[in-house]
């Protein structure tokens, strides 16, 4: 709305600009959505998405996996999407199910029982007793 008063009173694109936050461009660009389609043009949120999935109740329907992981159980994937799928009715990609665990913070951890490389116990007690050596 600045950049349009500004505008309004005379000053060209680059006055504007130096004046708001807006490049040259972006206000000649300002000025004629006004001019050809109004104030509705260029107040409000215009983007555009996906809407036939949820994003609201989505913590929602995780809510019993995230009281699962807390509680030290593993979760799968694909017991998420079955009850993703179950409430928005129709089928979704592993994907999307990934995207919005991604979106709302989740992360893949799994366990590992040991490390692959460890060395045995008798090999890690062996070098408990062995002492370095002095330099001569």
């Known amino acids: 709305m600045k950049a349009l008063e500004i505008r309004a009173k005379g000053a060209n694109a680059k006055e504007v600009a130096a004046a708001t936050v807006f490049h040259a461009a972006y206000v000649t660009q300002l000025v ?3 001019r050809k389609y109004g104030l509705e043009a260029i107040s409000g949120n215009r983007y555009d998405g996906n809407h036939r999935n949820m ?3 989505e913590a929602a ?3 019993p996996f995230k009281a699962w992981a807390e509680a030290g159980e593993l979760v799968e994937s694909s017991e998420i999407a079955k009850a993703y799928q179950s409430a928005v009715d129709h089928p979704i990609s592993t994907g999307r199910i990934y995207f919005v665990l991604h979106r709302l913070g989740w992360r893949k951890v799994m366990p590992r029982s040991k490390r692959p490389k460890k060395a ?3 090999e890690i007690a062996a070098s408990k007793k062995l002492t370095p050596q002095s330099k001569i």
């Open 55 to 57: 994003s609201a109740e």
């Open 32 to 34: 004629t959505k006004h």
């Open 61 to 63: 329907i995780l809510a």
């Open 120 to 122: 045995s116990e008798e």
